[in-house]
C-alpha cells in the first residue's frame, strides 16, 4: 500500500465490537475457587507471622526454588503476558528480546555478582542498601520515589484489569476493582510477603496452566513452526502494510539498521539500551524483584533461585511470544482473510477493529472451551492479583522501613512496625485504588507509567553498580549520580516530545453522533469517498475556504498539505446513520477524501502545540536515538543508556572531588572488601557459576537458532 | 516464624487446586465430548478434545503434588524440613 492509498476497512453495525468471551457455570465456579484458595492461604499463614522479619522478609526461610518461582511470578503479570503478546503482534520475533538479552544476563549478573552483596550486608530493601552505602539522602530519594512509582503501577494494574475483564467479559470495572484488590489487601495484609510470596507460586502454576494450551493448539492448527511462519510472511504485508519491508520472523538478522524491522530500532539499542540499561535496572534493582529472592535461606539458594528464575523467563515467550505470533498466522475473518488488529491510537480502534492488545483473549476465545476458559481467565487475573501483591509487599516494607522508621518513627518496637506494615498494606491498596480512578479520567497517563519507571530504575542501578563494585564511590557521588540521572531522563523524555512554533497534530474530523453518512465505494467495495449528507462535524487542523458558498457542497482531500508535509485526514464517525438504510454504524477511517453536502454544520479549530506526549519530534530523536527513522521504542531503549552513562560519569566526577565513606563502613558492601561466607561444601550441579554457565548456553543456543 | 506448629507446605495447596480444576475441566470436556454442542459453538480443533486430556493432566499432577506433599510430621511450609 503506498502513503497516498487511505486505509479503509469493515464497518461494523451495531454499539461495540461486543464481548470476546462468554463464560459458562463451570467457568465461574474455576474463577471463584481461585479467590477463595488464596484468601484461605492468607489467613492459614497469619499465624506464622509476628515478627518484622516475618512478615517484611517472609521468615528468610524460602528454598531456591520458591524464591526463584516467586521471583518470576511477581513480573509475570497480565500486564506483561498480554502488552508482550500484543508486542509480538506488532513486532514479530523481537518482542522476544525481552525475554532474552533483555533479561537473562540481568538476572544471571543479579545471581552471581550483585546478590552477595544485598544478601551478605543483611539489607531488607534495595533503598537501605543505598542507606548503608551511600547514606540517608539517597535512601530517602530512593525510598520515596520507589513508594509513589509502586502505587502508581499498581493502580494501572488494576485499571488495566477492570478495562480489560469489563471489554472481555462485560464485567462490571467498579467490581473488578474491588473485589480484586481486596482480596489481595487481605492477604497480603495478614501474612505479609509471605503470603505475597506462595500466592505467587501457585499463581506461577494457574498462568502456566491457563496459558500453555494457546501455542500447542495454535501451532497444531498453525501446521507446525513453519507452518506458522509461512503464514507470518504472507499475512504481515495487509496486517501490517505500513512496515511493508520488515522482517517479522528473526531476532538479530533485521537489526542492522532503523528501518528494516517493525521496532524502529537498531542493534545497538537493543543491546546497549534494552539488554544493559533497562533490563539491569529493571532485574537489579526494581526492589519488587529483588525482595523475592534477598529472602531465600542463604546465600547460594538466593543465587540458585535468581538463576531459576532465569530459566523460568527463557520459557515465557511460550506463552507470551508465540501467541503474539500465531496472532499473525491464524486470526482470521469469516471470509477467511488474515483478521487485522489495531494499536489502541488509531481511530478504528474500539469502533470496528480490536486492538493489539486484543490477541491472547481472542486466541482464548478461539481455542479455549468451557472450563478452560474459566481457567485461562483466571489465569489472566491471577496474573493481575500476583502483579498487584508484588507491588503492594514491596511497597509495605519500603514505606516502612525506609521512609516511616528514619523519618517519622524511628525508635519504636518491632511489633509496631509489623502493625505498620499490614496497615500499610492496606493503604497501598486503598492509594492503588485511588490511582486507578484517577487513570478513568486521565487514561493517557497510562502510557508514560512504564517511561516514568525507566526513569527511575535506570539511574538507580547506574549508582549501586558503582556502589558495589568501586569503594572510592562517595555518598555525594551517589546521591548525585542518581539525581542527576533521573533529571536527564525527564529532560530527555520532554525534548524528544518537544515541537517548534506552529506545529499541529494532525488533522481530524469527527462526525457528532446522528449525523448522516453516504459512502462511495469502487467496483471492488474499497470506499472511495465519504459523504456527510447532514449532521455536524468538528475539523481539527484541517483548512477550510473563508470565502466558501454555505449552497455548494464542500470538498476535503484526504491528504492536508502543511509545512511540516503531507498528512492524512483522519477520519472518526462513532455513532452515525448510513443514508437511504437508515442503519445505525460507526468506523475510523484515515486518507478518505470527504465530501461536506451544503447544510452540514461545520465547526473548525486549530490546534497548535509545542510539547506533545504522543508525539515523537523526528529531529529531535535523532540526537537522542542516532536516527530520525527512530521509532517510540528506540527512542525510550536510547534514553535510558544515556541516562545510565550520565549516573555513572556523574557518580564517577563527584566521587573523585568528594570524601570517600572510610573502608570499615564499606565492609560487606563493595567488592573487595566483602568476604564471601563459607556454606560448606556443595556438588557441582549445586554450584550457582555451573547453572550460570548453562543458563548462558542455553541463551546462546537460542539467538543462534532464530538469528 | 513458628516452626513447632505443623505446617501444610505450599505445595500441598497447589497440588490440591490444581486437581480441583482438572477434576472440573475433565468433566466440562468429557460432557462436552459425549452431548457435542451444535457445530457453530464449537471453538476451533474441537475435534482435539483438549479439555479431557488436559484436564486429566492437571488432576494427575495435582493428585501427585497433593500426595507427596500432604501435611505430615517434617513437612514446614516450603516444603520438607
Known amino acids: 500500500m503506498t502513503a497516498d492509498s487511505p486505509f479503509v476497512l469493515a464497518m461494523a453495525s451495531g454499539s461495540s465490537p461486543g464481548s470476546l468471551l462468554r463464560l459458562g457455570f463451570v467457568d465461574l465456579i474455576i474463577i471463584g475457587l481461585y479467590f477463595v484458595v488464596v484468601l484461605a492461604i492468607g489467613f492459614y499463614l497469619k499465624r506464622f507471622t509476628h515478627t518484622g522479619e516475618d512478615f517484611f522478609l517472609a521468615g528468610r526461610k524460602m528454598t531456591a526454588w520458591i524464591a526463584g518461582l516467586s521471583f518470576i511470578s511477581a513480573n509475570l503479570s497480565s500486564l506483561e503476558t498480554m502488552g508482550w503478546s500484543a508486542m509480538a503482534y506488532q513486532y514479530g520475533m523481537l518482542g522476544a528480546h525481552a525475554y532474552f538479552i533483555g533479561a537473562i544476563p540481568a538476572i544471571l549478573f543479579l545471581a552471581i555478582v550483585m546478590m552477595p552483596f544485598y544478601y551478605i550486608c543483611r539489607t531488607h530493601s534495595v533503598p537501605g542498601y543505598l542507606k548503608l552505602r551511600y547514606g540517608e539522602p539517597a535512601r530517602a530519594l530512593a525510598g520515596i520515589t520507589f513508594s509513589f512509582l509502586t502505587i502508581c503501577v499498581s493502580g494501572a494494574s488494576m485499571f488495566a484489569m477492570a478495562k480489560i475483564l469489563h471489554l472481555l467479559l462485560g464485567w462490571d470495572m467498579d467490581l473488578s476493582i474491588w473485589v480484586s484488590s481486596l482480596t489481595v489487601a487481605i492477604y497480603v495484609a495478614l501474612g505479609g510477603l509471605l503470603s505475597a510470596v506462595f500466592n505467587e507460586v501457585l499463581q506461577f502454576f494457574l498462568i502456566w496452566a491457563g496459558s500453555l494450551l494457546i501455542p500447542i493448539l495454535g501451532l497444531i492448527h498453525a501446521g507446525g513452526w513453519r507452518g506458522m511462519m509461512e503464514k507470518i510472511q504472507e499475512h504481515a504485508p495487509i496486517i501490517h502494510p505500513t512496515v511493508q519491508n520488515a522482517d517479522f520472523t528473526s531476532l538479530w538478522r533485521n537489526l542492522g539498521s532503523f528501518d528494516s524491522n517493525p521496532m524502529g530500532i537498531d542493534w545497538f539499542g537493543m543491546v546497549f539500551g534494552l539488554g544493559l540499561a533497562v533490563s539491569f535496572g529493571y532485574w537489579c534493582t526494581d526492589f519488587l524483584q529483588v525482595q523475592r529472592v534477598i529472602v531465600a535461606k542463604d546465600l547460594r539458594s538466593a543465587q540458585n533461585g535468581t538463576i531459576i528464575g532465569a530459566f523460568l523467563k527463557m520459557m515465557v515467550p511460550l506463552i507470551v511470544t508465540v501467541p503474539g505470533l500465531l496472532g499473525l498466522a491464524v486470526l482470521t475473518n469469516p471470509d477467511g482473510t488474515p483478521m487485522v488488529l489495531v494499536p489502541e491510537s488509531d481511530p478504528r480502534a474500539g469502533i470496528t477493529h480490536r486492538t493489539y492488545n486484543d490477541v491472547l483473549p481472542l486466541l482464548m476465545s478461539q481455542y479455549l472451551g468451557p472450563g478452560l476458559l474459566g481457567l485461562g481467565v483466571t489465569a489472566m487475573i491471577a496474573g493481575f492479583m500476583s502483579g498487584m501483591a508484588g507491588n503492594i509487599s514491596a511497597f509495605a516494607t519500603v514505606w516502612t522501613y525506609d521512609v516511616y522508621q528514619p523519618l517519622l518513627r524511628r525508635n519504636a518496637e518491632d511489633h509496631h512496625y509489623v502493625m505498620m506494615g499490614r496497615w500499610s498494606s492496606i493503604g497501598g491498596i486503598l492509594l492503588s485504588i485511588g490511582t486507578a480512578y484517577l487513570l478513568f479520567l486521565f487514561s493517557n497517563i497510562l502510557e508514560y507509567l512504564q517511561v516514568l519507571v525507566f526513569f527511575f530504575i535506570v539511574p538507580l542501578f547506574a549508582v549501586i553498580l558503582m556502589g558495589m563494585l568501586w569503594k572510592r564511590a562517595t555518598p555525594a557521588g551517589g546521591f548525585w549520580g542518581f539525581l542527576a540521572a533521573i533529571l536527564a531522563s525527564i529532560a530527555m523524555w520532554a525534548y524528544v516530545h518537544t515541537f517548534p512554533e506552529g506545529w499541529r497534530p494532525q488533522p481530524k474530523a469527527t462526525l457528532a453522533p446522528g449525523s448522516v453518512v453516504r459512502v462511495e465505494q469502487d467496483s471492488d467495495g474499497r470506499w472511495q469517498r465519504v459523504i456527510v449528507e447532514r449532521g455536524e462535524l468538528t475539523l481539527v487542523n484541517v483548512p477550510v475556504p473563508q470565502d466558501r458558498n454555505a449552497d455548494d457542497p464542500l470538498d476535503i482531500p484526504g491528504f492536508i498539505e502543511e509545512p511540516q508535509g503531507r498528512r492524512p485526514l483522519q477520519l472518526l464517525a462513532p455513532a452515525v446513520v448510513m443514508a437511504g438504510t437508515e442503519h445505525a454504524a460507526k468506523f475510523g477511517v484515515e486518507g478518505l477524501p470527504l465530501q461536506l453536502r451544503p447544510g452540514v454544520t461545520v465547526r473548525v479549530q486549530t490546534i497548535e502545540q509545542t510539547f506533545a506526549p504522543a508525539a515523537f519530534n523526528p529531529d529531535h530523536a535523532r540526537v537522542i536515538a542516532r536516527s530520525e527513522k527512530a521509532k517510540p521504542m528506540a527512542i525510550n531503549m536510547y534514553s535510558a543508556w544515556w541516562s545510565l552513562v550520565i549516573g555513572i560519569m556523574v557518580t564517577v566526577l563527584v566521587s573523585l572531588v568528594t570524601r570517600p565513606k572510610p573502608e570499615s563502613e564499606l565492609r560487606n558492601l563493595v567488592m573487595g572488601l566483602t568476604t564471601m561466607p563459607d556454606e560448606g561444601p556443595c556438588p557441582w550441579y549445586q554450584k550457582p557459576v555451573f547453572w550460570a554457565s548453562v543458563v548462558t548456553a542455553i541463551l546462546v543456543a537460542v539467538n543462534v537458532v532464530f538469528w | ?81
Do not use: C, N
Not at chain 2, 488432576?59 to 505430615?72: A, H, K, M, N, Q
Open chain 2, 1 to 81: 516464624m513458628h516452626t513447632s506448629e505443623k505446617q501444610i507446605p505450599i505445595w500441598f495447596f497447589i497440588g490440591l487446586v490444581l486437581a480441583v480444576y482438572g477434576f472440573l475441566i475433565l468433566l466440562s470436556g468429557l460432557h462436552e465430548m459425549l452431548w457435542p454442542p451444535p457445530e457453530d459453538q464449537r471453538v476451533a480443533l474441537w475435534h482435539l478434545h483438549a479439555p479431557v486430556w488436559w484436564g486429566a493432566l492437571m488432576l494427575i499432577v495435582g493428585l501427585f503434588y497433593s500426595w507427596r506433599f500432604r501435611p505430615r510430621g517434617g513437612e514446614t511450609l516450603t516444603g520438607r524440613a
